[in-house]
C-alpha cells in the first residue's frame, strides 16, 4: 500500500506541529484539574456543630440523655443566657446552633402533653438542619416509646432511646450522575477537546491531501499501475486510521485524567459523541485538503474555521452565556450540536434510552453535517480532476 | 513499435496544441521530440500517458491501447515530469522507495532496486536529504530515481535537464544513454538542440503542434539546403571583393559587418577552400577562421523562418 505508506510518512513529518496541540491541550486540562472544586462532593462527611444549650429545666433524666445524645453530633459551648450574647455569639459564628429546653418540659413530655422547645440558628446552615433532625428523632423515639409502655421511668426510657438510636447503617453512595463541579470540569475539557480534534484532523488530513493533490504529483501517481480507486482507498484508509488514533489519544487522555469522576453510561456516551465529532472534523479537513492549494491558505483557513466554530458552538465560552442569535447561527456547526451533547450527557443524574432518544438527533445533525461537507468535497475534487484532464 | 500515435488532435478551447499528429518510436531507441516552448511537447507526452483527454487520433503503447486504466502498459513505463514531482515531507530514500513502490510490491526486490537507483544517479551521500535541501540538479535526479528505480522498459522523459548546472546536466544525459544500453527504449522532450542532437537516435521537430520533420540528425540536416557557415574575423574587404564572395560557387548569403565576414555556403565540396584561396589571392589579411556545420536550429530555421530559442 504505497499511498498509505507516503500517508504515514507524511503525518509523521507533522508530529512536532500536532504534539503542540496536544501538549497546550494537556497543560490546559491540568490547570483545569488543579483549580477546580475536589471530585468528592458525593461522599458523606460527618460534620460536627458548634451549640449552645440552654437547659431551664434544671436537668432531668429525660433532657440528660437528649444533651448526651447531642453530644455525638455537636460541641457544646458555654455562652451568656442573654439575648444580646446569644445573638452576638450567632452573628460572630462562635455558636450556630441555640437549644432552649424551657421550665415543665420534662413534666410535660412524660404526661404526653404538648411540648415546645426553643431554638435559634443561622438561617439556611447545613447543621441547623442536621441538628433539628437528631432532636426530632430522639424526641419521637421517646415518645413513641412512651405511648406505648406505660409508665415507663425516665432512666428507661432513656436508655431503649439511647439503644435505638446507636444502631448505625452503612449507607454507601452510588452516584448515577456527574456531580455539577466535576460536571462543570468536564463539561469545559470535553468541549474543548473539539478545537484539538479539529486542528489535528485539518492539519493532518489537510497537509497530506495539500500533498498529494499537487499536480505533477498527482499525475506522476497517476501514470503508475495502481489504479485509482485503490488510490483512493488507500488514501480514504489513511484519513480513518488517522483520525481514529486522534480520537483514541483524546478519549485516553480524558479517561485517564477524568475516568473517575464520570459513571460508565455518560463515559460510553461522551466517548461516542467524540467519534462522531472526530468523523465530522475528517469530512471538514478532506474538503479543506481538496479545495486548497497552499500550505498558508491551509494554516489560515484551519485558524478561522476552527476557532470561530468552536468560539461560536460553545466549546470556549458556555453555551447559556453565548447571545440566542450566534446559538442559532451556529447550529448549522457540528461543534454546536457536539457541545450540547456532551453538556446535557453529563448533566443527566439517570440515563435511560427515553431520556437519550432526543440527544441522538443532536448525533445526526453531526452526520448530516459530515455527509453534506463529504459531497462538497467530492464535487470539488471532480470539477478539479476534470478541469485538469481537459 | 513501442509508441504509435496515429493522427492525434488535441484542442484547448480554439487552440489547437496537437495538430494532427503522428509518430512511431521503435523498439531499442532514443526518441527526441524537439519544439520551442509552447510547441505542443508536454502536451503530447501527456496525452501518450493517458492524463489528458484528446479530441482525434489513436494512441497505442506496446501494441495495446493506451488508456487511463491500461494498468498492464503502465507498470512498463517510467515517467520523469518535467516538473520535478517528489514529496518534500519525503527523503530521497522514502521519495524513490514510494515511486518504487507503486510498481514493485516485493519489498526486498524494492529494497535493491532503490539501492541501485540511487547508485545510479549518484545520490548516495544524500539519501536521508529532504528534496528542499537538494539544489536544482541533484533534485532533477532524484526525480528520474524516482522514474526509473522499477526499471521500465520505456521511460519518457519531458525536459528532465530544465534549470540545471551544465555537470549535472551532463549527468543526466550519460545516465540516459546508458538507460537505453540497458535495454530501456528513451522518449526524450527537450527544446535544448544541442542535447537532442548529443543523445537521440531519431528526432522529431514539432512547432505549433505539428511536425516539422523526423529522422536522425543526419536525415534532418540533409534535408535543408545549408552545407556549412564560414565565418572569418578581422578581415578587411571592399564592396568590390564581397561581390566577388557572392559570386563563389555554393555561396548562399554573404554578410560583413564589424570586420567580420559570415558566408553561408550550401552543399557542395570545397566552400572552404575556395573562400581561402580567393582571399589569399587578393592579399587580403585575416585573424580566426570558423567552420561550422549545419545545427538542428538551422534545419528548424530554415522550415519555420524562427529560432528554436525564439
Request: one cysteine or more; hydrophobic letters at 45%; glycine letters at 6%.
Amino acid at each position: 500500500m504505497p499511498v498509505f505508506q507516503a500517508y504515514k510518512r507524511v503525518i509523521k513529518k507533522c508530529i512536532p506541529q500536532l504534539l503542540i496541540y496536544i501538549f497546550v491541550f494537556v497543560a490546559f486540562a491540568a490547570i483545569l484539574m488543579t483549580s477546580g472544586a475536589p471530585a468528592s462532593t458525593v461522599q458523606f462527611d460527618d460534620a460536627r456543630a458548634r451549640m449552645a444549650y440552654l437547659d431551664e429545666a434544671d436537668s432531668s433524666i429525660l433532657t440528660e440523655g437528649l444533651k448526651n445524645y447531642l453530644l455525638q453530633y455537636a460541641d457544646f459551648v458555654d455562652v451568656n443566657h442573654d439575648q444580646a450574647s446569644l445573638q452576638d455569639a450567632l452573628f460572630f459564628e462562635e455558636v450556630h446552633y441555640i437549644l432552649r429546653i424551657p421550665a415543665g418540659f420534662t413534666e410535660d413530655f412524660m404526661a404526653e402533653r404538648p411540648v415546645e422547645i426553643e431554638k435559634i440558628s443561622r438561617p439556611g446552615t447545613t447543621t441547623s438542619v442536621y441538628l433539628d433532625m437528631n432532636i426530632s428523632k430522639f424526641l419521637n423515639t421517646a415518645r413513641f416509646y412512651l405511648a406505648n409502655i406505660p409508665g415507663i421511668s425516665q432512666r428507661e426510657l432513656v436508655a431503649l432511646v439511647s439503644r435505638d438510636l446507636a444502631v448505625e447503617t452503612t449507607v454507601e453512595v452510588r452516584p448515577t450522575a456527574v456531580n455539577a463541579d466535576a460536571g462543570e470540569s468536564l463539561s469545559i475539557f470535553y468541549n474543548y477537546m473539539s478545537y484539538v480534534i479539529l486542528n489535528l484532523l485539518i492539519l493532518g488530513v489537510g497537509t497530506f491531501m495539500l500533498v498529494f493533490n499537487q499536480l505533477d504529483l498527482r499525475r506522476r501517481t497517476i501514470c503508475s499501475p495502481v489504479p485509482l480507486r485503490q488510490q483512493n482507498m488507500q488514501i480514504l484508509f489513511g484519513n480513518l486510521i488517522y483520525a481514529v488514533v486522534c480520537w483514541l489519544i483524546m478519549m485516553g487522555m480524558g479517561f485517564v485524567l477524568y475516568g473517575k469522576a464520570m459513571p460508565a453510561k455518560q463515559a460510553m456516551l461522551v466517548a461516542l459523541n467524540g467519534l462522531v465529532f472526530t468523523f465530522v472534523s475528517l469530512s471538514i479537513s478532506f474538503m479543506i485538503g481538496s479545495a486548497l492549494n497552499s500550505r498558508n491558505a491551509l494554516s489560515a483557513v484551519t485558524n478561522v474555521l476552527s476557532l470561530g466554530m468552536c468560539f461560536t458552538g460553545g466549546a470556549f465560552v458556555p453555551q447559556y452565556l453565548i447571545g440566542e442569535q450566534v446559538l442559532s447561527f451556529s447550529r448549522i456547526f457540528p461543534t454546536y450540536w457536539y457541545v450540547r451533547f456532551n453538556n446535557e450527557i453529563i448533566s443527566m443524574a439517570n440515563i435511560t434510552f427515553d431520556s437519550l432518544k432526543p440527544r441522538l438527533g443532536y448525533l445526526g445533525m453531526q452526520l448530516g453535517i459530515a455527509v453534506a461537507v463529504l459531497a462538497v468535497a467530492l464535487v470539488i475534487i471532480k470539477q478539479r480532476r476534470q478541469a485538469e484532464n481537459a | 513499435m513501442v509508441i504509435k500515435v496515429e493522427n492525434l488532435v488535441k484542442r484547448y478551447g480554439d487552440l489547437i496544441a496537437v495538430d494532427h499528429l503522428s509518430l512511431e518510436v521503435r523498439q531499442g531507441e532514443i526518441f527526441g521530440l524537439l519544439g520551442p516552448n509552447g510547441s505542443g511537447k508536454t502536451t503530447l507526452i501527456n496525452c501518450i500517458l493517458a492524463l489528458l483527454k484528446y479530441d482525434k487520433g489513436s494512441i497505442s503503447v506496446f501494441g495495446k491501447p493506451m488508456a487511463p486504466d491500461a494498468y498492464d502498459i503502465k507498470k512498463d513505463i517510467g515517467v520523469i515530469m518535467q516538473n520535478v514531482a517528489v514529496f518534500n515531507e519525503l527523503t530521497v530514500y522514502e521519495n524513490i522507495d514510494y515511486f518504487c513502490g507503486l510498481y514493485v510490491r516485493d519489498k526486498t526486490e524494492r529494497k535493491k532496486l532503490v539501492e541501485e537507483a540511487i547508485d545510479f544517479v549518484g545520490l548516495n551521500d544524500f539519501r536521508s536529504f529532504y528534496p528542499k535541501k537538494l539544489s536544482g540538479g541533484l533534485l532533477r535526479r532524484l526525480n528520474i530515481a524516482c522514474g526509473i528505480a522499477h526499471k521500465p522498459k520505456l521511460i519518457i522523459l519531458d525536459e528532465p535537464t530544465v534549470a540545471v548546472d551544465p555537470q549535472s546536466r551532463n549527468n543526466i544525459l550519460e545516465g540516459i544513454v546508458r538507460l537505453n544500453r540497458l535495454g530501456a527504449t528513451i522518449v526524450y522532450t527537450s527544446h535544448y538542440m544541442e542535447e537532442v542532437e548529443q543523445i537521440c537516435s531519431r528526432i522529431m521537430i514539432i512547432d505549433k503542434g505539428r511536425i516539422i520533420a523526423t529522422g536522425t540528425k543526419e536525415e534532418l540536416k540533409s534535408m535543408i539546403n545549408v552545407g556549412e557557415i564560414v565565418s572569418v574575423e578581422s578581415v578587411e574587404l571592399d564592396q568590390n571583393l564581397l561581390d566577388v564572395i557572392r559570386r563563389l560557387p555554393n555561396a548562399s548569403q554573404v554578410d560583413y559587418e564589424n570586420s567580420n565576414l559570415t558566408v553561408t555556403f550550401t552543399k557542395g565540396r570545397n566552400n572552404l577552400l575556395n573562400l581561402m584561396d580567393l582571399l589569399r589571392k587578393e592579399n587580403i589579411s585575416y585573424g580566426s577562421v570558423y567552420s561550422k556545420l549545419p545545427t538542428l536550429n538551422d534545419v528548424f530555421l530554415e522550415f519555420t523562418g524562427r529560432q528554436l530559442r525564439d
